[in-house]
């Protein structure tokens, strides 16, 4: 199943109708398609449905009290408004879209709607004649006209003895039309683990051997990579920047820990991007106490550090494997040695050193080679590089397919 909702975040209002069962349902099949979900309910709703129930099936707790100081101090109304992708009202009552449409905001669940910009979807759920009633009629008209999407009710048998239309429409459609308003990302479903920034080898509890890594680059792909779709763990050395949105970040320091973190992750992502500077060789030992300056001269014995990227490559199940080659010269030739010694499936290559070099800048220029291909990425920001270099991933991956 691709999932066209990874990343997205839905938050689903339940109202106080018999068709709140159903809603439980509709949390797992949103999930399913990859969306992170948290529930608001009416208070009427509670009577219905356990919020336990929703709390288990989210991951995530449940939110009903306008007042209360406690859950304001946890994710507040206007937090929760502002996290929302997709506010979705299933079952929508009468009542509530009566309220919606006046605008009110004297509960949790009307004040989150009213101070929320995302984008909103209702299934009505009601009694024929209630949902035959102009009054309702009147409230749903105004609220699609203010940009709320309504699907359904559906027609049929009603849990009050009645048929006719008022059905809330199944959990699975409903899911299949929240998936619609967004546009599928290229790496929709994808799992992605990238590394990025330098890495530091301790010389002693002061010092450290290191480079200009900025980790600009892994963190550019890392967020491009999210609004593509795709599930993104960032595995970052020393660095000064802000963790993209919807990106799990793990910070370590050495090569050591990166490679264990690393490991740690690789089973569950489809694609590795080694776009870190690890540092190749470390300190023999690492001194327990400061070095003093005692001695004219200091030799320092190095030894080799592991080399990450090709270990991931070598697995028995090696993910969609893609190196970054850093060379001061000959950099066509070096990354294509490295694209087979290490066996990736491709390698980005940059000069780096030079007057545009990449370490630190904002912006970045790569020749890409893979077996059998390569393409050139011309000098632009380390965003718009990333986007490309993404496009050419996701292309090769459905070749693979
Ligand atoms: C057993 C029962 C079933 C109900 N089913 C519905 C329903 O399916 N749709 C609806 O609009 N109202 C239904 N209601 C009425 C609402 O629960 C009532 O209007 C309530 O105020 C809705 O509050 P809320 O919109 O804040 O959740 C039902 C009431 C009861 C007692």
Redesign the pocket.
Known sequence: MQQQLTNRRVLLGV?????AYKSAELVRRLKELGAEVRVMM????TE?VSPLTFQALSGNPVHSQLLDPQAEAGMGHIELARWADLILVA?A????IA?LAHGRAD?L?TAVCLASDAVRAMAP???RL?WANPATRDNVALLADRGWAVWGPGEGDQ?CGEIGPGRMLEPLDIAARAAQLFETGLLAGQRLLITAGPTREALDPVRFLSNHSSGKMGFALAREAASAGARVTLISGPVHLPTPDRVTRIDVVSAAEMRDAVLDHVRDCDVFIATAAVVDYRPAQAAAHKIKKHQETLSLELVRNPDILAEVAALAEAPFSVGFAAETDDVAHYAKVKLNAKNLNMIAANRVGGVDSAFDGDDNALQVFWPGGDASISRSSKHSVARQLLELIAQRLRDRD
Do not use: C, E, Q
């Not at 109202?15 to 068709?19: F, P």
């Not at 009552?93 to 509530?96: E, F, G, M, N, T």
């Open positions: 109202t106080g109708g018999i068709a009416t208070p009427a709703a219905f079952p009552s009468a009542d509530s309220r509960d669940f759920a009601m009694n209630m849990a």
